[in-house]
C-alpha cells in the first residue's frame, strides 16, 4: 500500500497516498523527490499556502487523470491558476481546451490558452533542478503579483504566439513583478566560461516595442553563445 500523505491546504487537512501526488511531473513529485518547500508540522502534515477551495478537484485529477469542469468563468480562472502553481501540465492543457476568458482593465485575455506562470520563488527553484535548455524569465509588470484580470499586455507582443515560436529553443516562464515596464532575462543552462558580459534586456533598443525587442535580446545572446561556444 502507498504510503498515506496529509496535506494541511490553506487550513483545510486533505489525506491523500504519496503514489498519487508523484503520479504526474510538477510541483509535489519535485517537493517530495528533493525536499524543496517542504513544510511538516508538528502532526506531521505537509503545510500548503494555498486556498483550499479546488484542491479536491486537483487531487482528483492526479488520481485518475479525471476532472468535472467547474461552470463558472471565475472559478475556471481560479482552477487554472491552481494548475499553474502546481504545474499540472495535463490539467493546464484540459483547460486550455474549453474556450473561456476574461475581462482586464485593457482588453480580453484568453487565459484558457497556456501561459507557464511562476508564481513565487519556490516553484523557480523547481524549474532550475528541471532546466533542460536555457530557460526566458519573461518579467511581468502585474498589479499585487498577480496577472488576471489586472494584467496590462504591452502593444503588438502577443505572448501565446511568442512561446509557441521560441519553446524549442528555451524554457519559457513569466513571473509577475510590481515593476515600471515589462523585462526580461535569459538564464543558460550552462554558463560561457569567459569573462565577456553577456547580453541584458535593459537597455536593449528602447525605442522598439516591446516584442521587437525582446526578439533582438534573444538574436543578441545567441550571438554571443556562438562566439564563446568554445570557451
Not at 155 to 167: H, I, L
Request: aromatic share 12%.
Amino acid at each position: 500500500m502507498s504510503e498515506a500523505v496529509k496535506l494541511d491546504v490553506g487550513g483545510t487537512i486533505f489525506k491523500t497516498s504519496k503514489s498519487t501526488l508523484t503520479k504526474f511531473d510538477g510541483f509535489f513529485r519535485t517537493m517530495l523527490g528533493s525536499g524543496i518547500g517542504l513544510n511538516v508540522d508538528e502532526s506531521g502534515c505537509i503545510f500548503i499556502d494555498r486556498s483550499p477551495k479546488h484542491f479536491d478537484l486537483i487531487l482528483n485529477f492526479m488520481r485518475d487523470g479525471c476532472l468535472a469542469l467547474p461552470k463558472n468563468e471565475r472559478d475556471l480562472t481560479e482552477l487554472m491558476a491552481e494548475a499553474q502553481y502546481y504545474l499540472l501540465d495535463g490539467l493546464i492543457d484540459r483547460l486550455a481546451s474549453s474556450n473561456w476568458s476574461v475581462e482586464s482593465d485593457e482588453k480580453t485575455i484568453n487565459v484558457a490558452k497556456r501561459l507557464p506562470i511562476l508564481e513565487n520563488n519556490s516553484q523557480f527553484l523547481q524549474v532550475l533542478c528541471n532546466q533542460e535548455k536555457p530557460i526566458l524569465l519573461i518579467v511581468v509588470m502585474a498589479s499585487r503579483d498577480h496577472f488576471f484580470p489586472n494584467m496590462s499586455i504591452p502593444d503588438g507582443f502577443n505572448a501565446y504566439k511568442f512561446v509557441e515560436k521560441y519553446s524549442h529553443q528555451f524554457h519559457i516562464y513569466f513571473k509577475g513583478c510590481i515593476c515600471l515596464e515589462w523585462s526580461a532575462r535569459i538564464i543558460p543552462k550552462v554558463k560561457p566560461r569567459c569573462n565577456t558580459k553577456a547580453p541584458t534586456f535593459e537597455g536593449q533598443m528602447k525605442r522598439l516595442n516591446y516584442s521587437d525587442r525582446l526578439e533582438k535580446y534573444i538574436e543578441a545572446y545567441s550571438t554571443y553563445l556562438e562566439m564563446h561556444k568554445h570557451d
